[in-house]
């Protein structure tokens, strides 16, 4: 009787065993065979190979690593040069199955001023660079959070430099998974700066190397493209940020707009308002924002 039951135990165990197998993510073999924890995860960077500031970042992080067809591998994260322009990346995941995107790129600005950016993706309303109309990519807040901080750290050897992220825009937009644009600008003098592009790749690679310290997450709400207050609580205060969408966009939000960019964001808990920079939406957001559960912040 005693070995009966231990039989049914046994089978037990293991068919529990197989159904917690089969639940998880599926994984590269090659993932499982670096690393021996089920639980591992990895980002995929990529670099535009015309992208002279992001294939320049791409070539550097690229020395340590091991080609495999035309994937980079490295221990903790991979690297593609791709052969089209980054914001119309939208069908990587018919290719390659990761946990994150991070896109390396240049910044332009017609206001030439030097800048080190990094932002979220999405088109607010029609889609003329890249992603799909009316369509929010998932952030990566944390990661945003935690390299923004790492440049400010390293504000002396970019001093030069001004250190912002901007609001969410342009594509991809229809990953799964979270992304982000890490970007150096502003003109061709920069995106050619070899050393420059090393230095910011360096910081990309200490980010990447270390765990991501979590923090509870924000959406945005108003202010300008380069949002000087949620800059500053991304470097000073305790949230990371995901959507940002700024006071020229407004016009667009929309309950469904709205729901679709809360989906996106199912992580935050919290709303940040720049209360001086919603303009004439004002009221709208704050209408909005009465059928949700979030906390509201007005900064």
Known sequence: MLLILFFVWLFGHFHCVGHIFQSLPRVHCWKLIRCPYISYRMDLLIAYRDDPAG?????????EMTLDDNIFRGKYYDLIVIPTPTIFADWLEEKYDYDGFV???KHAAESGVLALTCHSTGNFSDAKFGGNSRQIAIPKP?????????????????????????????????????SIFIEIGTTEKQWTDVSLCNSVATLVHQVLSQPIKKHPVAICFGGTHYPTKFTYELLEGKYSLGTVM????????DEELFSHILTQNNMAKTVLLDWKGLGSNKDKVLNLLKSTDLDVIKL
């Open 55 to 63: 294939h320049n970042m791409a070539k550097f992080l690229s020395k």
């Open 103 to 105: 896109f390396l790129s």
């Open 142 to 178: 944390d990661l945003q959070k935690t390299y923004l901080q790492t440049l400010k750290k390293n504000q002396s050897q970019f001093s030069e430099f001004q250190i912002t992220i901007e609001a969410t825009h342009h594509g991809p937009t229809a990953l799964t998974k979270p």
């Open 246 to 253: 700024p006071k020229h966009t407004l016009d667009f939000l």
